[in-house]
């Protein structure tokens, strides 16, 4: 199996990962995560260091399709690869 690797689309704010997805934040509170079943909307808070987020988890959907762990693990290795901190939360 061939390791993961991600790519910055620096023009979009998009990280794209060899799996399949892809995660960027836009604005303030909006973290945006896509795959093959379409777009998630994932509400993030900034923290006073900028590389720092909390992720609410209790806004991204858990289906059997895509389960809310497998997207929280895809986002918190985006996040390792940017070197930003996830700090989760829920509600």
């Known amino acids: 199996m061939t390791a993961e690797t991600f790519k910055r689309v620096w023009w979009r704010g998009w990280v794209r990962s060899s799996e399949g997805y892809a995660v960027r934040v836009m604005g303030r509170n909006d973290l945006q995560y896509t795959d093959n079943l379409g777009l998630i909307h994932v509400f993030v808070e900034p923290m006073a260091d900028w590389r720092e987020l909390a992720v609410d988890t209790s806004t991204i959907p858990d289906s059997l ?12 290795r985006v996040f390792d690869f940017n070197g930003w901190v996830m700090i989760q939360g829920s509600g």
């Open 65 to 76: 399709e895509r389960p809310r762990e497998e997207v929280l693990s895809r986002i918190r």
